[in-house]
Every structure is written in C-alpha cells, then in structure tokens.
C-alpha cells in the first residue's frame, strides 16, 4: 500500500473518531472555563456585537467537531421534535451559565435583536447551501447560540419580527419550518403573548393572499397550526392570552389576521379540508383574544371590525354559507355594543349590505339585554333611533320603487320600527308583548303603503 494511501487512511479514521455527537460533545463543556472565556469577553470587548461574537466563537469552537444532521432536521421534522432542539442536547449546567451571563450589562436589548438576525442570515445561508450535508457542522455553534439567546431574552425576537414580514429574503416556504423553529424558541419561554403575537403576525398572513385564494401547502399548513396549538395548549393560555390581548399598545391579533382566521374557520361546506376542524377547535379562544375591549385605534378599529364582519354576513347569506353568516353576524353585534358610533358606519354601509342588515336587526328585535345595555345611555339611545330613522327613510324609498330588494326593505322596515318603538320606552328593560309586535309590523305595512299612494 503506498504510504500516502496509509497516510490519508490514518488521517480518514482519525477525523472519524473526531466526530462526536451534539449531546456528548455538549457535555464535555466545563462551565468554569465557559464563564471565564464569557468573563474575559466582557474586559476585552470593546463593541458589544464584537461581545456576543466572542460568545458565538465559544460554542462554535466547543462543538466544531459534532455530527448533528440539523439541516436534514429543518426538511421534515414537525414542531414537537422542533421546539427542543438543539437545546435538549445542552445541559443544564452549560445553558444556565450562559443565560445568567447573558443577564449581566452592558449588552442592550437592540444588540440582542441585531445578533438574532445575523445569526438567523447565517443559518439560512448553511441551509440554503445544503450545508455540507445533512451532517453539517458549520453553523452548529451558531445554532446553539442562537437558540440560548431566544430563549433567555425572547423579547430580542418582537424587533426582528417587522423584518422578517417585509424583507423577501425571508419569506418562502422552503424557510418555514427554520422561520418557526425561531418563533418557537422565544415563545417557549412562557412568553405566551409574544408566542401568539408573532404567529398572528408573520405566521398566519403565509396560509392565503387573498380571500378568493388559498396559498399554501397542506405541510406548511401544519407546521403553522402545531405552532399555535402548541402555544393554546399551555397551563393558563386563556387568561393570559385574553388578558394580555395587548402587545405594547399592538393587538395580538391585528384585523387582517382575524379576516384569515374566520374565512379558514367557516369556510364554504364544499372548501372544507383537512385542517378545518383543527382551525374550528382554537377558533373561539382567539376570537375571545381578537374581540377586545382595549383594541387599539377606539372605535375606528371598531368600526373597521364591523365593517368586515357586516360584509362576510352579507357574502354568507348570498352564498348559502349560513354559518359564516351565524358568526359574522355575532361580531357584528359585539362591534356595536362595544361602539355605538358603529350605528353610524352602519347607516353608510346598510343599502350595499342588505341582506345582512336584515338578518343583524333581526338579531338586534332578539335580543333583550342588547337594549338593557343600549338604553342606559341617552347618547346611545338617540344615535341608534336617529340610525332606525335614517333606515326607515331608505327602507320606504326603496319599498316604493319596488325592485327584487322590496321584501328585504319591508323586513327590515318592521325590525326598525320595532326596535324605535322598544327604545322609546322609558323603562330601561325590552319587554315586547305580542300585540306590541302586531302593531308594530301592522304600523310598518300601513306606512309602506301610504308611500306607494303618494308617489302614485
């Protein structure tokens, strides 16, 4: 054999024996000279990206040697064996040296966020260059950082999140599952709120464009749900999401993300799939989260939310999609309980929305303890019968130029005059005895028809 074979053997079974797992390379870390060489940055340091650089170098050098197929691991594992990698592989010992290191000044919030996304850049580079394989070793370092890092100071994710949604370089879904590993990593740190706040804002606007298109594949799809079910599944999810549903002044979720979530909630009967069931199981939680009273912006958030939910009722009832219309029409009664200037949009939006209209003054005629709540304030009580006013007046315009609408117009005339006649009372209650109703709709008929003699 010729001695540059034997060589190059010797050199092949040497490298072999090298490589060591991520777990066994991890535990061979001494945590005193971890924090010496932490310690050390510190005094040398004069920048603290150059800090975390140094703290970067450490593990990346401890683990040089490690086989860990991480790239493979991003291609086709799901969020359950995700979220815990790779720090399940670090022990104790090793990650709470770090994190009471990272704890320690001088190394500002913004200095964590920069590192997160450098360090995110990085790894997708390694991925998007097939790394070396499936057994990449040269961003295994960068990995662990990053993800001790996330863990500790998960706020360092909520900067990052803006450019992540903005910047295409990010955005596709071969970098999904790297995407949600991130997100996973800070909100696995309890921090619930900025768990569901980045899936509702960089996760969920993935799984459609449009309201008339869905874009995503089923895989995608399921990475994106385990990521929220994950979060919903935590000891005390409902109160502290609920109350929280505000992220430093933002809601947790935004208007847009919530028109997703209904439409993927109540689809059509024939666009239902395979992961309806599972968007109709966490859908009433986060629209407890969705609907709240502190949403920002007052009542033009309000009114923005009424007017959606005015628009998908009226496309449930055209379309015979009479669930949606269902849940359409109960955030509609929400939006002008929560704001009475919502009876105003609603005069702007009422002819254009007909269908709904009708079907949400039906609700409005039912609804008892809407009027308790309505009649207690004067103000309210006048702008919703100035809103009947302005109604009845379209209501008997149309009536008398007849037209496919005639009957809606009259439907929606005897709801109007029932709920004027309701609020005109001086008790606070609404108490509407059958004769009342008889009247009232008898009263309706009357006036319609004396339009019709005027004109004629």
């Known amino acids: 054999m010729d001695h540059r074979e034997g060589a190059a053997g010797a050199k092949?079974?040497?490298s072999e024996k090298q490589i060591v797992s991520l777990a066994e390379a991890a535990a061979k870390i001494n945590t005193r000279h971890l924090m010496d060489h932490l310690v050390k940055a510190v005094r040398e340091c004069l920048w603290e990206d150059e800090l975390l650089s140094r703290y970067t170098d450490y593990f990346a050098k401890a683990l040089s040697g490690v086989s860990f197929p991480w790239v493979k691991m991003f291609k086709d594992a799901p969020l359950s064996t995700l979220i815990d990698v790779p720090l399940s592989h670090i022990p104790d010992s090793v990650y709470g040296t770090t994190r009471n290191w990272l704890d320690l000044p001088p190394v500002e919030l913004e200095d964590f966020s920069a590192f997160v996304l450098r360090?995110?850049?990085?790894?997708?580079?390694?991925?998007?260059g097939g790394g070396g394989g499936d057994d990449s070793k040269s961003q295994v370092g960068m990995f662990v950082a990053l993800a001790i890092v996330l863990r500790c100071k998960p706020e360092a994710l909520a900067p990052v999140l803006p450019i992540l949604r903005q910047n295409p370089k990010y955005q596709g879904h071969d970098k999904l599952p790297v995407t949600v590993w991130m997100l996973a990593q800070a909100s696995k740190s309890n921090d619930l709120c900025l768990g569901l706040y980045s899936w509702s804002h960089n996760l969920l606007p993935l799984v459609t464009?449009?309201?008339k298109k869905r874009c995503y594949i089923p895989q995608s799809m399921d990475l994106i749900l385990q990521f929220v079910e994950e979060i919903l599944s935590r000891p005390r999810a409902p109160a502290i999401l609920v109350d929280g549903a505000l992220r430093e002044g933002e809601?947790?979720?935004p208007l847009t993300s919530f028109e997703i979530l209904v439409r993927l909630a109540f689809p059509a009967p024939d666009a239902r799939v395979e992961s309806t069931a599972r968007v109709e199981a966490i859908y009433p939680l986060l629209k407890d989260v969705a609907l709240s009273p502190d949403m920002p912006g007052g009542s033009n958030a309000v009114k923005q939310m009424f007017t959606f939910s005015l628009r998908s009722a009226r496309k449930g009832i055209v379309t015979g999609n009479l669930v949606l219309a269902e849940e359409a029409t109960s955030i509609?009664?929400?939006?002008?309980?929560?704001?009475?200037?919502c009876f105003e949009h609603w005069d702007i939006l009422y002819r254009e929305n007909l269908e709904a209209s009708v079907a949400l003054l039906k609700e409005l005629v039912g609804g008892r303890w809407v009027f308790r709540k309505l009649s207690k304030s004067p103000r309210d009580t006048l702008t919703l019968n100035q809103t009947m006013e302005s109604f009845r007046r379209k209501n008997k315009r149309a009536i008398a130029e007849g037209g496919a609408s005639a009957s809606l117009y009259k439907e929606a005339d005897k709801y109007c005059t029932l709920i004027s006649?309701?609020?005109?009372?001086?008790?606070?209650?609404?108490?509407?005895?059958?004769?009342t109703v008889v009247l009232a709709a008898a009263g309706a008929a009357a006036g319609a028809a004396a339009a019709l003699v005027v004109l004629a």
């Open 421 to 435: 006649g309701s609020l005109s009372r001086e008790s606070g209650g609404f108490e509407l005895s059958p004769i």
């Open 251 to 253: 809601p947790l979720i």
């Open 12 to 14: 092949g079974e040497k």
């Open 332 to 341: 509609a009664i929400w939006c002008v309980l929560e704001s009475v200037d």
């Open 119 to 128: 360090a995110f850049d990085q790894i997708l580079l390694d991925l998007e």
């Open 209 to 211: 464009v449009s309201s």
